[in-house]
């Protein structure tokens, strides 16, 4: 795969034309029948595979509103076409958001319309045959789930909905894709995502305690499993080890530490992703949920906080308080809430973004920086995507777009902003989200990240932006190995608590 | 006999139109929306979320955001229709209220822009190669049947008059079930027939867009996901065990 290339910049962001078939092909790696059957699907694809996803297709439509309401609505009027990064990369109209949802619509029209069983050709409905599943297979892995498209459409129709209600039947007839099922596996027989084991993971913390001390002289710790503290951060586990993400890590612990904070991590729930959200499957999203919840029971904590990640702070933030009850205002005689929402402090948001612990602090003053610390960057914010538009934080509706600016002005002097169409509620993904991080999408990868790869270009053309913070583990590992494939270093990337832990001054308050 | 089918015809359409469109509106109301999923940013109360969708419906805010050509031609269309079906009020009421008889002049031409309107949005469909690759041909033949539904009416206003006065008569004996003679014009036929089939494929097709945007959980729910369990009934079981 080494030979892929990134596409041209666009002299002006015009609207490519289509280049149809451009990224057909068989997808991504299949999962083989252990993944697939631990997760309690089928092993591979089933011999009844038609009628078992017509059937699955209706179980949707009768338990999703949404999945309902986006298979009608649609009039086709194109406002979606132009905004998914992978139809600007591609230039396949199959790409274009509402023709992505089509693959599926046209077989929604034909099993479950009047008009699509008369007249099939007349409303463009389709049966159901092997080419369209594969095709399923195909495209609906080409979708980052990134709800770009529903920012513009008329109806709000989400293609990440539809993404997840195709990727849902699929798994249903055995047709599961290998880097997703595969992690699911791992978080439910490790405790994370990257199967790294309790007695690693203490020995990797140990191991991070040496390097703060040898760097900066103070004891910072990186506590786990500690009955009766705080706070328990629930973290991307590739916190742990990646790079950039375990300097977010550091910058996490040196606020606990700067703050006084009694805090813990856990070695059964070492992860906040949850992929489950990924293959749209309720079971999977609740079970990985739970997690945290049992997590938080059996250490007593007051708080949970959430480390810097995109569609995990959208499942933590938007369903963790209907999935496991981690939030606030549960009804009275609500049991399985109430149990652990007994003993969750209410005067702290429920769950919180790291990114709200710290900058609470810093309004507080409870913090001292020396931002000169980070004088080396120019800085730019990559708004990810799950955060931007499936989530919040703070008070206000864009506390998610205020907030982590705030703590990047705070700890650093040189901030720019990238094009206003392409920040905050209409940022682009990185590309590499909602299961589209495996290597053997790298083409697609490489190809979905140009609209953001233009525009940081840009500023570093004309301000010489040289640092692009973000809070999503995702974009930080798909920018570390998508930025040398555009000219750029790899180090580019990074995290708001990187930058906090650089400029941070510790033993001060 | 004209007189007899048509009525026939119109009683059949507005059934349809009302018992599909019901039903529609049960099924919408009726399947579960398990987890929280507006767009963010999202307003955090009621009040802004009636707010958001009055944007959404009345000025069509999103399609604002994504593309001006659209939303003009959008916005021209169904404002249009919105006058030009208030102008019709007349042709259904005796004595005519004030404000219908204020629009009267209004009314009139918006049936012009309307058809502007509609040829705009039919240009693009079949000019701009992403929406020609999007399109089927339903949605062809829903622009075309508005299309002719627009020119039949404007010929009859500015062109070939029809007499006015006995279709009212024929339109308020139909809503007292009194059939009396609607004037034999082939343009007037033509006008209705094509009104009558917009009325019955609207539950079946994608007209349903105007209750469903109603519907849309990424633009009808509160950002509050924090602050308040939401949860399915569906879902709730499944705590059981727990
Ligand atoms: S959700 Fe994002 S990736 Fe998927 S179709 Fe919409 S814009 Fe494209
Ligand atoms: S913007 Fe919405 S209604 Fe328009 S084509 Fe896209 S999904 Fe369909």
């Known amino acids: 795969m080494s030979d892929i290339t990134a596409p041209a910049y666009r002299a002006i962001p015009i609207i ?9 092909g068989k997808g991504p790696f299949i999962a083989t029948d252990k993944m697939n059957e631990a997760l309690g699907f089928p092993g591979h694809l089933v011999d009844d595979w038609h009628d078992r996803a017509i059937a699955k297709m209706g179980e949707l439509l009768s338990k999703y509103r949404s999945f309902k309401v986006f298979m009608d609505a649609c009039v086709h009027c194109g406002a979606c076409s132009d905004k998914c990064h992978y139809f600007i990369g591609t230039q396949d109209p199959k790409n274009m958001p509402v023709a992505r949802q089509d693959l599926l619509r046209s077989v929604y029209r034909r099993y479950f319309t009047l008009p699509g069983k008369l007249f099939p050709k007349l409303v463009g409905a389709r049966d159901l045959t092997r080419e369209i599943l594969d095709e399923w297979y195909n495209y609906f892995y080409q979708c980052s ?38 992690i699911l596996g791992k978080v439910h027989r490790i405790g994370n995502n990257l199967g790294l084991p309790g007695p690693a993971l203490i020995d990797t913390l140990e191991g991070l305690e040496e390097d703060v ?12 499993d500690v009955k009766g503290a705080e706070v328990l951060l629930i973290t991307p586990s590739a916190d742990f080890f990646a790079e950039p993400h375990i300097d977010s ?88 809430a109430m149990m652990l929402q007994k003993q969750l402090d209410h005067r702290y948001k429920q769950p919180a973004h790291i990114c709200e612990f710290t900058w609470d602090l810093i309004e ?56 206003l169409n392409t920040i905050r509620e209409q940022t682009f993904c990185c590309g590499g989200g909602g299961g589209v991080l495996p290597d053997d999408l790298l083409e697609i990868r490489v190809k979905g990240a140009l609209p953001r790869m233009e525009v940081l270009q840009q500023v570093a053309d004309e301000h010489g932006v040289n640092f692009m913070a973000t809070i999503c583990a995702i ?35 | 006999m004209a007189s007899i089918v048509f009525a026939i015809l119109f009683y059949f359409a507005t059934l349809l139109l009302v018992v599909g469109l019901l039903y529609r509106i049960y099924i919408y109301a009726r399947t579960p929306v398990p987890l929280k999923i507006p767009t963010t940013p999202a307003p955090t109360t009621t009040g802004g979320v009636v707010l958001r969708m009055m944007r959404e419906v009345v000025f069509f805010e999103s399609l604002f955001k994504s593309n001006l050509w ?66 089927t041909p339903s949605d062809h033949l829903m622009l075309l049947l508005l299309i002719g539904i627009a020119a039949s009416g404007l010929m009859m206003k500015f062109v070939v008059h029809t007499d006015v006065i006995s279709v009212k008569e024929y339109f308020i004996g139909l ?30 097709s994608k007209l349903l867009h105007a209750p469903g945007v109603f519907f849309s959980p990424t633009r009808n729910q509160k950002d509050d996901s924090r602050e308040k369990r939401h949860i399915a009934a569906w879902a709730k079981k499944l705590e059981a065990s727990e």
């Open chain 2, 70 to 135: 659209i939303w003009g031609l959008s916005a021209l269309f169904h404002g249009s229709l919105a006058l030009v079906l208030m102008r019709h009020l007349r042709y259904f009421t005796d004595p005519v209220w004030g404000w219908v008889d204020l629009i009267q002049p209004f009314g009139m031409y918006a049936g012009l822009t309307m058809l502007l309107g509609l040829c705009g949005l039919w240009w693009r469909r079949i000019f701009v190669e992403r929406i020609r690759y999007i399109s």
């Open chain 1, 249 to 336: 890590l550091i910058g996490y612990a040196k606020v606990f530490h700067a703050s006084g904070t009694s805090w813990t991590l856990s070695s059964m729930a070492s992860e906040a992703g949850n992929f489950g959200m990924f293959i749209g499957n309720y079971e999977q999203l609740r079970k990985i949920a739970l997690r945290i919840r049992v997590a938080a029971l059996e250490l007593g904590v007051k708080r949970i906080v959430v480390g810097e990640c995109g569609h995990a702070w959208r499942v933590a933030y938007s369903f963790w308080n209907t999935l496991s009850g981690v939030g606030s205002g549960a009804n009275e005689n609500d049991h399985f």
């Open chain 2, 175 to 204: 809503m007292q079930f009194n059939i009396l003679t609607l004037p034999a014009d082939p343009l007037l036929f033509m006008h209705l027939l094509m009104v009558m089939s917009l009325l019955v494929v609207f539950p079946f």
């Open chain 1, 364 to 419: 507080r003053n409870a913090l001292t920086f020396d931002k000169s610390a980070n004088d080396k960057y120019i800085i730019t914010f990559h708004d990810s995507c799950n955060v931007a538009r499936g989530a919040s934080m703070g008070d206000l509706p864009g506390g998610q777009f205020e907030i982590p600016r705030n703590i990047i002005k705070a700890v650093a002097n040189n901030y720019v902003e990238m094009p």
């Open chain 1, 16 to 24: 490519p034309a289509l280049k149809p078939g451009a990224m057909e």
């Open chain 1, 475 to 509: 974009c930080k590992a798909q920018f570390t190995k998508i930025l040398p494939i555009y000219g750029f270093d790899r180090k580019v990337v990074g995290g708001v608590h990187q930058l906090v832990s650089n400029a941070i001054q510790l033993g001060q308050k």
């Open chain 1, 145 to 182: 789930e990134c709800r770009r498209c529903s920012l513009f459409c008329p109806y709000g129709i989400d293609t990440a909905e539809i993404t997840m209600a195709a990727r849902e039947i699929l798994d249903s007839v055995g047709y599961g894709q290998k880097y997703t099922n595969e």
């Open chain 1, 213 to 224: 001390k040898d760097a900066t002289g103070f004891d910072v710790r990186f506590p786990i």
